[in-house]
């Protein structure tokens, strides 16, 4: 069985119940929405690329909160260049990177070819990074330190996504930071 | 390390300004301009350490990561030549204008006149236009003043509660 985006959510609001967790717009808000919303998740739903600096961001006011990016296979080839930066801050963040080959928000076009995500994490000096294509795979990983990357081979989901995010842009705000003191 | 006092520069206030302001994180791309202050930055006294710097691949990425500062409850600056006020406009528009997170940024000016080289004459004469489109308040740093003009903008972020310039037009 594989896996799919609305799993990895699940299991990392399950595993991770004090973290922050941020996410990429398009399905990766909606589905971790769906997969449990909480004060402590903090949807994007626009600036594409920017899941992982904001959560840099964030695990830079609070160095011993963990803090989660969701990204996309798509919003993480946008941004490429956050990799060394993410690497360099040293920030206790667990980059996922749900891969499905796909734009899967806007209708499944095809991203670039596959890339490596974890070679590309090694080589801009994360601590760790773990490929994962089953779900026991992401249920024991055991990063070695982080920042660390967990490149998440997903499938395209099989029913129709869930509901949008039914808070707006201010109120993620609002409510996100007495969740994280 | 030179005592500060006998080495106040315009960078060195203006910088100073924001740790007092309760700033802790900067980020940004260097500009030409703006190199006082990445030089302070990369090489802080006691007074500016405060201000931790972090180097950013990309003006819209520096924006993002001073941005999740600001919504974790910290005071984050990003600093840029204009040119990457350019890069910033998607996160400007569909990430701080709507999740009203203001952030202080710090834009050179780059082509103020048209004797600048020809790559920043057309975001050189539209800095300023462009800022208004977006309805993004900014200072015009005076350098004999660098304190109260940064204050200044400090204080309009605060009040507008949007991202702010300052911009810089004179080299640091």
Redesign the interface.
């Known amino acids: 069985m594989a896996l799919t985006l609305a799993a990895v959510a699940r299991q990392l609001l399950a595993r991770h119940p004090d973290a922050c967790v941020?996410s990429s717009?398009g399905y990766p808000s909606r589905e971790l929405y769906n997969a449990g919303d909480r004060p402590g998740n903090?949807y994007?739903?626009?600036?594409?690329?920017?899941a992982?600096?904001?959560?840099?961001?964030?695990?830079?006011?609070?160095p011993r909160l963990m803090v989660i990016a969701i990204d996309g296979d798509g919003s993480l080839l946008m941004?490429l260049?956050?990799l060394?930066?993410v690497a360099?801050?040293r920030p206790r963040l667990i980059h996922v990177v749900c891969d499905n080959g796909m734009h899967e928000s806007t209708g499944g076009q095809a991203t670039t070819q596959r890339a490596d995500f974890v070679a590309l994490a090694l080589a801009a000096g994360y601590r760790s990074a773990i490929r994962i294509e089953q779900p026991a795979e992401l249920a024991e990983a055991e990063p070695a330190g982080t920042p660390t990357l967990l490149h998440v081979l997903t499938e395209p989901r099989r029913g129709g996504i869930g509901q949008r995010v039914q808070l707006s842009?201010?109120q993620?705000?609002e409510r996100?930071?007495p969740a994280?003191? | 390390m030179t005592a500060p006092t006998q080495t106040r520069t315009v960078a060195y206030d203006l910088l100073l300004t924001l740790v007092e302001a309760g700033f802790t994180l900067a980020t940004g791309v260097p500009c030409s301009l703006l190199k006082g202050a990445f030089a302070l930055l990369e090489e802080p006294d006691a007074d500016l350490a405060a201000l931790r710097y972090l180097p950013a691949p990309r003006e819209d990425t520096a924006l993002g990561v001073a941005s999740g500062a600001a919504v974790a409850g910290g005071r984050a600056v990003t600093l840029m030549q204009n040119s990457g006020l350019g890069y910033c406009l998607n996160v400007l528009t569909s990430f701080n204008l709507i999740y009203d997170v203001p952030t202080l940024l710090i834009v050179s000016w780059r082509g103020h006149d048209d004797t600048d080289a020809v790559e920043h004459q057309v975001i050189g004469r539209e800095l300023t236009n462009l800022l208004d489109l977006f309805e993004l308040p900014y200072v015009v740093l005076d350098p004999a003043e660098a304190r109260a003009s940064t204050t200044a903008a400090i204080e309009t972020m605060n009040r507008r509660q949007r991202c702010t310039a300052l911009i810089v037009r004179d080299q640091l």
């Open positions: 941020v717009c903090f994007l739903v626009g600036s594409m690329g920017m992982a600096p904001i959560a840099l961001g964030i695990a830079s006011i609070h941004n260049g956050v060394p930066m360099a801050a842009p201010r993620l705000v996100l930071q994280l003191n």
